[in-house]
């Protein structure tokens, strides 16, 4: 880390911050959405935890097996097995009525014949006394304990995102908690005198955190300071007493009242901050440091700016903090090849350019319509679903690689 | 409606499902992400607010312009406009240090000199007393009032989603609350003896909480039932008074205890309710009805069933209650267009497969490893990222459309 000013690329200022995070420590807790593994999440049970019937219908012994009877015939019905109930097993030449997932007796040896297969009315209805069976099926329908996930089979590696589907998974399988990597705590500072005094309203303190709150669970902290030195580093210090990233937006430019630029630079240590030039637009004043250890990403205060620095560098920052596979770069992200639905705008440096995405099998990409974005048209980027990173023209119909937010 | 046993498609299932919800009532709240506008969003504020400096550097009248003056000159600095002050005006012949966001007086006819364009160094630093400008600006960085956006400019249509970029234009524009469709309130109801007496764990409810959640803020009530028709019967007496939407799992197939189909049979008037089977592979038992006006989204049990259906047909539903725009059918949802990484399970009956999805500008898709899905395979959904809706076989290399989660 250096504190010049020369411009850093893209490419090398994400790495830079990259390298100043790593991933939360771990903890066990319940499985919810969004917190990601920090260790393998490993089956307790088997699935199925016990043999049981896939349909519903009337299980009968293997002894009425395709090889030694021909339909139809009939049975009488001993009992009834619905889901829950304790297994019982059919005598000879008799047959069960039993629910899909009722539970059959380890190892059976035996078959169920769905109840459209025979002359039983499929739903509800008391028992029948007898049960005439039309046609045998082709398997015998038990799904056997631990057929298709064994105790001790790993559900999930680590750094996985918690879902839906492995919340699924993990319940069935008898596991209700994880060792999961802690939520982040952030505090996003936003700075400027006229947020203070009502001159502007504070847009980018809400909308960062509803960025970083898309992400994943996060805890944020949001304050609003002027531009006072002593009041912005007494910000930091609480800020750092308990987070585990700091983001500032404006304060980081060449202006002589560039408070956050003034106060770092003022108070710590040359070597663990930088503040300069990114060869992008827009936002190339950028910044970062390291204030008692913990990292601070300092945004530039245009709200344009501060958005597409978010998605290309504070999203990714965040879900290396949240444990998730560390990005390999910059443009290490889910990416789409899109067809140009219009001419974007020329990219006289490496320009951000937020654009509406339509996924209808192919994939179309428009810059908001209106003039070139400006780093103070926030007013065009609702309705954008990612961006393009252009380095020359894209004329309408062309090709270019969008990465949607 | 009938309730008829007749095989639906998964189109006339959709739709018939869709026919029972409209967007819920308005309120007027404050911005917060994934709430939907049920009125156009429109700027209290101009964009800028008043006229204001784009770059850190110097203010002069036009007086000292390309047209009049030569460089390099020299002016007197008679005062600092950091962002947050009020507005000044540099009497001819002098120079005021301004700030990127600094106000400028109404109109004023003059421009801002980038301090990158004169000897004063950028940063902070006491106030020169005199600045000497090396170059003159092409255009004159004064960001007008309302240059971007004129007070009652539209800033989102209705059935908008609010997010971070709204949020941000919002504000800018001086709109903290927006009149919003009301945040769903939702029951699950988990039906199943074998989920009360601890056979087996309930993993569909929690699925659901997550997948409902995912598509924006919602009021879950999650609970589970045994297969006592009375008390089912009472879950949806207690749930229909205070829920928009009712989801219940397992109890719609052919079993004699199939509760859910039994009760809504019993206690529903014919003409509002149906059960029977979808043409479709998982999840082909289905059922719907309105208790007490309430709609009532009848799942299958087995976990990959309840969560392909769930992505077919209660996330949609979910989303237009939110109050975004219908769908006009089950397949009007983004989709993709993907290359098949292996051959996928033959169809037999319209297949709903969940498979990954890499998206790194190709697009791949992959049913998950390891035999057919079959619908108690919970273990194989997690690492799926949506679903392709096969009705005819798909080997490695060809195409096929995908529709991410």
Do not use: K
């Amino acid at each position: 880390m250096t504190s010049t000013g020369t411009d850093l690329s893209i490419e090398e200022y994400f790495d830079r911050l990259h390298a100043l995070v790593r991933a939360l420590p771990a903890e066990r807790a319940a499985l919810s959405q969004g917190r990601v593994l920090a260790e393998p999440l490993v089956a307790r049970l088997p699935l199925p935890p016990q043999d049981n019937s896939a349909m519903d219908g009337f299980l009968i012994p293997r002894h009425f097996s395709p090889d030694s009877l021909t339909v139809p015939f009939t049975l009488p019905v001993v009992g009834d097995v619905p889901a829950g109930s304790p297994a019982q097993t059919p005598p000879p030449g008799t047959a069960l009525r039993i629910m899909t997932g009722g539970p059959v007796p380890a190892g059976f040896d035996g078959l169920v014949i769905p109840v459209e297969d025979t002359d039983i009315p499929p739903g509800p209805g008391p028992m029948p006394e007898t049960v005439t069976v039309h046609r045998l099926p082709g398997r015998n329908h038990i799904r056997r304990r631990g057929s298709h996930v064994e105790a001790g089979h790993q559900l999930a590696v680590a750094a996985t995102l918690v879902d839906a589907s492995l919340i699924a998974a993990a319940l069935s399988a008898g596991v209700s908690t994880a060792v999961v990597h802690r939520i982040p705590r952030v505090t996003v500072i936003a700075t400027g005198e006229e947020l203070l005094n009502g001159q502007l309203p504070d847009s980018n303190g809400p909308m960062l955190d509803a960025l970083m709150s898309a992400t994943g669970p996060v805890d944020i902290t949001r304050t609003v300071c002027g531009d006072s030195p002593v009041e912005l580093r007494r910000r930091f210090d609480t800020a750092a007493a308990d987070s585990d990233l700091i983001v500032t937006t404006g304060g980081v430019s060449a202006g002589a009242f560039d408070v956050v630029r003034a106060v770092v630079e003022d108070a710590v240590e040359r070597g663990s901050y930088w503040f300069g030039h990114v060869n992008q637009r827009p936002g190339a004043p950028q910044g970062y440091a390291l204030w008692d250890g913990v990292p601070v990403v300092c945004l530039p205060g245009n709200p344009v700016a501060a958005f597409v620095s978010a998605h290309l560098y504070l999203t990714p920052l965040m879900r290396s903090l949240r444990g998730l596979p560390r990005p390999t770069g910059v443009l290490d992200r889910p990416h789409l090849t899109a067809v140009a639905g219009a001419d974007f705008p020329h990219p006289h440096r490496p320009l951000i350019q937020p654009c509406s995405i339509a996924l209808d099998g192919s994939i179309t990409a428009f810059p908001p319509p209106g003039p070139r974005m400006r780093s103070h048209h926030v007013a065009a980027l609702p309705g954008t679903q990612g961006f393009a990173l252009l380095t020359s023209p894209v004329t309408t119909g062309e090709q270019l690689t969008v990465y949607p937010y």
